[in-house]
């Protein structure tokens, strides 16, 4: 809280904030999931069974919003400023992320039924599509100029990172697309990009710790 | 936690405390949208179309909330001391923070009824302008004779941030007697106000940097 | 996260998670007032008078956890040690904080009904008074021969709190006898305690700090 | 936030996120206690305690997820450094936790049916199963060969945390056998291992601080 580490700790309330919001939205994916009224005579183990896609949906919405909430955590340690644009950015990024809970719902309740599946999966992989639209914006804002980076990193690390977000929202754009032709090659699209995303940064600390080993 | 920053570490708990019902409100706004049910013969398509409302009453609260707590924080980090009316005026004004959930949903149900619009706008509207005054009454009380405020501070930024306050108040007082006359008129007020919000504070870091860099 | 300090921050990971959850609670008030549905010949102005009970529930309870965790978050400065007993009666207390959405939500739906009111109105403050004994326990346990407290506070200072946790422990459970003869008076009792606690500590810092500049 | 203790840093954001989460499925434990409706003539109170399982599952509840905080907490007071593994570990970790309040009132819905109990309370017997193996293969993974622990932390202490975390992990299992003979018998190792693991570790801090009393 001294002067000269206030912008610090003005992104450290950013993301103080955001936490709050991504262990929120987490947390409230289970409020989704109702218990089943059974008769006497039904099995209970049988409807638990039959819910199978709101654990699926719990499961991958889980997945998705931790490794998104890693990638943001990651993001704001290279981001030493922050400014009324950040702000809002990062408050339109949050908007997607706590908006998540609703489309798992709605995968939860219509992916069994044919009718309505290509709807729900699009609805869903559409929200993680924009999402992932607002995370490369609120990138691409913060180290476009270095205008809210650390002027000291390495600028073929920055666009190591700007590949890696732009190509990430292009594949999530495309599992939206994927949905219409097959929903379940969307949903699938989806979980390979969280665990593709868990995998180390390829270009980042590792290189710039080989950089500076090198240089002494 | 030393005996000399006990006080700032006080006004740190209220913040963190802050920013965590902050952060819950505005999670929780998702949870007042229900998962439509519809027949395999209806479209899922056009009955998440018909929610429009629920999405914009998630919109707008979202961004108020989230400009509101931008606001509060940067409050307090002019706030250096607490004392136990600054605590009551705040548990205060996250009661209407907290409450917001209510009148949104209220919004989302009502606002295509033409017979209920003007109470939900009404309600809508008139629990932000109730907000703002107790962040008004907050500021006015840290803020007076520099009661809790850093004494260094320049008294042009206080008497900056006081129009702010009480001009932002009125505001939204009159986007609460707009409710009444044009229930559209009162809600595009609240967004453009929530816009307006957002920009960087007039008199604030800027000009105080000026002066700095002018005596050295 | 010295080894020095290792006990410190052990009290203040409590503390962070302890004010988590009275965030969480507070938050979670407003979760238990649906949004009425009324026909388009009704009044929604008149329906939503209609539901002051659940209004007037979660303002006391608000309040109420509001000053609890001001109470809470004050006593914690003065612990500065912790030990497997504290943490589990600091679980036990927050079981109760957690719990009040229930009582209060009975509260808002039974306070009009003479034939249940004296139940919900018993159960809500019975509550209440349940976790005043965890408190004053909590408190009782920590600062006992200095076990878990600062060796150099005053001890007139630590007799003064219990005394203001006692008796305050004892008025709660006044107020739950209360409900039985008069629901009013019970509910009174518990706005007037919330207020009174709310005032600075008789005893406290203030004391203190006048000890502290005579012996200068 | 200084480049040396960058490391520390990340398990700090990673023990600030679990503990978000923790607090919020703690809290968010009481939502599945739905307000009874009762007719005039029926008895509140009655219906009241007829709710005992819920109160009984909310309490249980509470106090195992209070006791995985607080182990989880102490184990990263050990671990040191962080990497992805750890991190999508902890993610599947706090998948098992935050899914908790589902079983918990299905517990609370299913017990008093005897048709249904057994399956009720192997789900939630289950569930923790499932929670402490996720936890133990956290811990091996980072415990193993010192590969994000404290390189200086005494290897019997390291074992003797292992020998907690396999055993604790076998008798949750054993937990969710005994749901399919005796349910109560379930429930009550259930009850007696967290009220177990609440008592301070077998070979830790004190042990360490021996040795480090005898190097002097």
Redesign the interface.
């Known amino acids: ?1 001294t002067t000269s580490g ?1 912008q ?1 700790s003005d992104t ?2 950013i ?3 955001s ?15 109702g ?1 089943p ?2 008769e ?2 039904e ?3 049988e409807r ?1 069974i039959h819910l199978w896609p709101s654990y699926l949906g ?2 991958i919405s ?2 998705v919003i ?2 998104v ?2 990638n943001h ?1 990651n993001r704001f ?1 290279l981001i030493s400023r922050s ?2 644009v950040l ?2 950015l990062n ?1 339109l990024f ?2 997607c992320v ?2 998540l ?2 489309p798992t ?2 995968l939860a ?2 992916i069994r ?1 044919e ?2 599946r290509i ?2 999966v699009a ?1 869903y992989s559409g929200t993680l599509a924009i999402t992932a639209v607002f995370f490369t914006l609120l990138w691409l804002y913060a180290a476009g100029n270095y205008r809210l980076v650390d002027r000291s990193l390495d600028p073929s690390l920055l666009r190591a990172m700007t590949r890696r977000y732009v190509l990430g929202m292009f594949l999530y754009i495309l599992a939206f697309a994927l949905a219409f032709v097959s929903p379940a090659a969307s949903l699938g699209l989806i979980v390979i990009l969280a665990l593709v995303f ?3 940064e390829p270009d980042g600390s590792r290189r710039g710790a080989r950089r500076r080993s090198l240089r002494r």
Chains 1, 2, 3, 4 share one sequence.
């Open positions: 809280m206030g610090d450290g309330r993301e103080t904030f936490d709050g919001v991504f262990a929120i939205a987490i947390t409230l994916l289970i409020i989704e999931i218990v009224h059974v006497v005579t099995s209970l183990f638990l719990y499961a889980f997945l931790g490794i909430w890693a955590h340690r400014d009324h702000l809002f408050v949050l908007m706590a908006f809970p609703f719902a709605l309740e219509y039924e009718a309505h709807t729900a609805v868990v995998l180390p």
